[in-house]
């Protein structure tokens, strides 16, 4: 169908700003996109001087990519960290304006928990989600966490050194006590700050449980050097979101292995 040169489908399309690589992944096992008018299959190769490639039935090129956006939304709970939801759920998506999202391609980088809140980046960088996600990237993300009871110092221990899950060893994290029990005006539960450098489904909330520890409240308060300040340096209200800066963005992008966004 295609000659033997050129990129991957799905990586094409993810340099596009039409969706994230695992997205684009999605709509060509969906059968939602066409080269040359036969629908597309999973590792077709392109190439962009000779191709003809069409998603939902309408024709993309190059020339077509929207213009990039990076945005840092500040997550209420009961908000599920999708594009779109089968149960018909809101998504971080109907948390912004249509312009910001029609036919852009914006998608959340990772995800938090239904229940969870705070720090979440939205982009149509498909280059940057895809590095970003990557098993080897290991990008900090920090967390307030309140959790059931008064966790001992075993137990913090062990959660600093990591533990099986699934398995597999979870990797060294920072944890330290923010305020504990005796002075919490909620009464019997711990304020921690956690910082992971991975990114396990559920990770935090399923190492607490195991340690007899619930979460009673998870907020992730940092990504990287990306914070919940707005220019103004004012906490980002719950639900609301920013711009990134320029710097923020070549920041990332560096720090990700990659060059200028562009």
Not at 31 to 41: E, F, K, S
Not at 42 to 63: K, M, Q, Y
Not at 116 to 128: V, Y
Request: charged share 20%; with cysteine; glycine share 8%.
């Amino acid at each position: 169908m295609t000659p033997q040169a050129g990129q991957r489908l799905q990586k094409v399309l993810s340099q596009w700003g039409l969706a994230s690589r695992r997205h684009a992944e999605v709509w060509i096992t969906e059968g939602r996109v066409r080269v040359n008018g036969q629908v597309a299959q999973l590792g077709c190769v392109v190439n962009l001087a000779v191709d003809h490639i069409e998603v939902d039935g309408r024709p993309v090129h190059p020339a077509d990519r929207p213009t990039l956006i990076y945005l840092l939304l500040n997550k209420p709970a009961r908000v599920l960290s999708a594009c779109a939801d089968d149960r018909q759920r809101r998504t971080v998506l109907d948390l912004l304006p249509r312009s910001l999202v029609e036919q852009t391609g914006l998608h959340p980088v990772g995800r938090l928990d239904w229940d969870s809140t705070g720090a979440l980046l939205l982009t149509n960088d498909g280059e940057l989600t895809h590095a970003l996600t990557h098993p080897r990237f290991h990008q900090p993300k920090t967390y307030r966490v309140w959790v059931q009871g008064q966790p001992s110092a075993q137990v913090l221990a062990q959660w600093r050194q990591g533990i099986l899950l699934d398995g597999r060893p979870t990797l060294p994290a920072q944890v330290r006590e923010v305020q504990g029990r005796g002075h919490h005006p909620q009464g019997d539960r711990t304020e921690l700050e956690i910082t992971l450098v991975e990114g396990r489904n559920r990770q935090i909330r399923r190492m607490a449980e195991l340690f007899g520890h619930p979460v009673i409240k998870l907020h992730r308060i940092t990504i990287g050097s990306l914070t919940l300040k707005s220019k103004q340096g004012q906490e980002l209200p719950i639900g609301t979101y920013r711009h990134l800066t320029d710097a923020e963005i070549q920041q990332l992008r560096r720090q990700s292995g990659l060059g200028s966004a562009h």
